[in-house]
């Protein structure tokens, strides 16, 4: 296991509340925007970093990692791309007043409804 995984490991209990509170607490490239502007930055970046997952499973199957690089080494980018995507959902979610257990526990319905009644019939939440 690489350093890098051992030490996130350290911090992989991180809840979903205690993470929300902390990308709160974090949020300082946005305190001199409006509030609409703060939004849009966010989906903006939301949007880029999710480009940056699409990149790294498109190198992956170009063969940029080559056939010797071990497909951890791939997961890691996934990882850290997917933790940048994390940030700026709960920064959404906080602009529209949601907490990312919230988020969360929306989706779990959402999806079992879908599984349950399929796709499109699920219905809206109240």
């Not at 490239?29 to 409006?34: A, R």
């Not at 190198?59 to 890691?76: A, I, N, T």
């Not at 850290?80 to 969360?104: K, N, S």
Request: glycine share 8%; net charge neutral.
């Amino acid at each position: 296991m690489s350093e890098s995984r051992t030490q996130k490991s350290l911090t992989s209990s991180i809840g979903l509340a205690e993470y929300d509170l902390w990308t709160i607490k974090e949020r300082t490239d946005t305190k001199l925007m409006s509030w609409d502007e703060s939004r849009l930055y966010n989906v903006f970046c939301l949007a880029s970093e999710a480009g940056e997952v699409a990149d790294a499973v498109k190198r992956q199957l170009r063969g940029d990692y080559g056939r010797s690089k071990c497909p951890y080494d791939y997961g890691e980018d996934i990882l850290l791309e997917l933790g940048d995507i994390l940030h700026y959902v709960c920064r959404i979610a906080d602009d529209h007043g949601f907490t990312l257990e919230e988020v969360a526990a929306a989706n779990v319905e959402k999806l079992t409804n879908r599984k349950k009644y399929g796709k499109g019939k699920a219905g809206k939440r109240s």
